[in-house]
């Protein structure tokens, strides 16, 4: 795996200059959105090397014209609470931490909360669950892991939509052609030996109330949770990998057809253009 090292990064602050632009429908938006990549915890024989961001997401997020800032493990509240007021959402990527004790896990629940408080004042900041972000973001929600182990280490699969998808956000700017093939071709990388059965997802009120399943999988023995959005925030969780069907060539079970890359970039564009909705963001 490409990996940038980001354990050389020691301030989160760097000179841009943030400009608007106006849509169609007369909303002015952030043209220049930067989103924060949240960095995990690296174990490396090299003093200082401690965390690392995989290089696929900020090409991920960068390919639908955000600019990427990663977001440092082991800081404190204040320093996260000063950057959550200059970026324009956040994306926890996939990985190996523990979502309970780890730096991940500790700057997650600070993102999480300062977003929920921060949408619920109108003031719009997405979030993006990957993998092991979106196992973090039903524990956020939940407040306990609900996680069982499934088969679906290295292997691709169709999703199983549900009627919840209907009223997607996510794939609402979908062609019919990349759903159909999204529903029948094994487009969607899985790397978990941790998953959220259906049947649990659906058994806790919290979740339940909170998420909108868009689709589901199974190992063949375990039906399990596979894509969802917040009703009324803008989070959202994929337990697959979207980043990878157009960034990483080293394992041969990534899917890389003309379907699996429009894949990438439709869903990039999608949570990039929902971090541009965030104007009121300070200078870097």
């Not at 400009?19 to 174990?43: M, R, T, W």
């Not at 090409?59 to 800032?69: H, T």
């Not at 719009?124 to 669950?129: K, N, R, S, T």
């Not at 549900?162 to 997607?168: A, G, I, M, R, V």
Request: charged share 15%.
């Amino acid at each position: 795996m490409n990996l940038i090292c980001v354990a050389f990064f020691s301030t989160f602050f760097f000179q841009i200059i943030i400009s608007f632009a106006v849509v169609s429908e007369g909303h002015k938006i952030n043209d220049c959105p930067i989103i924060g990549v949240l960095a995990q915890e690296v174990y490396s024989p090299t003093p200082g090397n401690n965390a690392y961001i995989a290089a696929s997401y900020v090409k991920y997020l960068e390919s639908a014209g955000a600019r990427v800032v990663p977001v440092m493990i082991n800081k404190t509240e204040e320093e996260y609470t000063i950057l959550f007021k200059s970026i324009n959402g956040i994306l926890f990527p996939g990985g190996g931490a523990s979502i309970f004790s780890s730096g991940y896990a500790k700057a997650a629940s600070i993102f999480y909360k300062l977003a929920l408080d921060a949408n619920s004042k109108g003031d719009y900041f997405p979030v993006w669950g990957t993998c092991l972000g979106f196992e973090q973001l039903t524990l956020l929600t939940s407040g306990k892991s609900l996680l069982s182990q499934t088969n679906t280490s290295g292997v691709a699969l169709p999703l199983n939509f549900t009627k919840e998808l209907k009223d997607s956000r996510m794939f609402k700017d979908f062609p019919e052609d990349l759903m159909a093939s999204l529903a029948n071709e094994p487009l969607t990388e899985n790397s978990h030996q941790w998953s959220i059965s259906t049947k649990r997802f659906t058994g806790n009120e919290q979740l339940k109330k909170f998420y909108r399943i868009l689709s589901t999988n199974t190992d063949g023995q375990t039906e399990f949770v596979s894509t969802v959005e917040a009703y009324d925030f803008p989070i959202y969780g994929t337990q697959w990998h979207p980043e990878k069907n157009a960034f990483e060539w080293t394992r041969g079970y990534i899917p890389h057809s003309t379907a699996a890359v429009r894949t990438t970039f439709y869903l990039a564009h999608f949570f990039v253009n929902e971090g541009s909705r965030r104007l009121d963001i300070g200078t870097w």
